[in-house]
């Protein structure tokens, strides 16, 4: 019986204790600006060489970078290995801009 509470609270905390993305679930009103931004800027799902959940994706990497004091120069340079210089830029402006702005 102990193994099985035991058991229990583990697969509980590794439920509610998985880490989230920089844009909390109920809040696509920010992605959502950022897919736009993006679109916008010539970018419909994606465009280039990727997709729009690689922008999403590296739009979040970029916050995270952000946060621990990146500039965003250094993360379009980051993501010129990974995207044209175009797309890099749209992806850290957009990123700062739309999924974390404030930082």
Do not use: W
Not at 30 to 37: C, G, I, S
């Amino acid at each position: 019986m102990r193994k099985l509470l035991m058991g229990v609270v583990v697969a509980f905390a590794a439920i509610t204790l998985v880490p989230v993305t920089n844009a909390a679930p109920g809040d696509q009103k920010r992605l959502q600006d950022f897919q736009d931004y993006m679109t916008n800027h010539g970018y419909p799902n994606g465009g280039g060489r990727t997709g729009v959940q690689e922008y999403e994706y590296q739009g979040f990497q970029t916050c995270d970078a952000l946060k621990q004091g990146a500039s965003e120069g250094s993360q379009i340079g980051r993501l010129e290995g990974i995207l044209s210089r175009a797309e890099a830029s749209l992806v850290v402006t957009g990123a700062h801009q739309y999924l974390c702005p404030g930082v």
